[in-house]
């Protein structure tokens, strides 16, 4: 991932976390990448999808560390990630 990602400090912060699932809200995530996130995420499930063939910034800052996203609900804004035990 590149440096200058927008998303740079969400792939920290999951690096970082300790358990194997992380539910988060749409508004920390904000917080976490300083900046809000774009209409499509709050618009369409896509967006959070685990894109591993295309090379979209937001979703690889989780794919790269190891995370996957297991479940989306759009209209609490709500996201929860789980650990890939498949990848290294």
Known sequence: MAKSSVYLQLS???QKH???NL???FEE???I????LPPSAR???????NCYNQKSRHCQAWLEYGW???SLDIANEIVTF???KDAV
């Open 43 to 49: 618009k369409y499930q896509a967006w959070w999808g």
């Open 12 to 14: 920290q912060f999951l």
């Open 33 to 36: 990448i300083h900046r809000n």
């Open 68 to 70: 996957v996203q297991e």
């Open 82 to 84: 789980r650990r890939n």
């Open 18 to 20: 300790e358990s194997n």
């Open 23 to 25: 539910t988060m809200k």
């Open 29 to 31: 995530i904000e917080t």
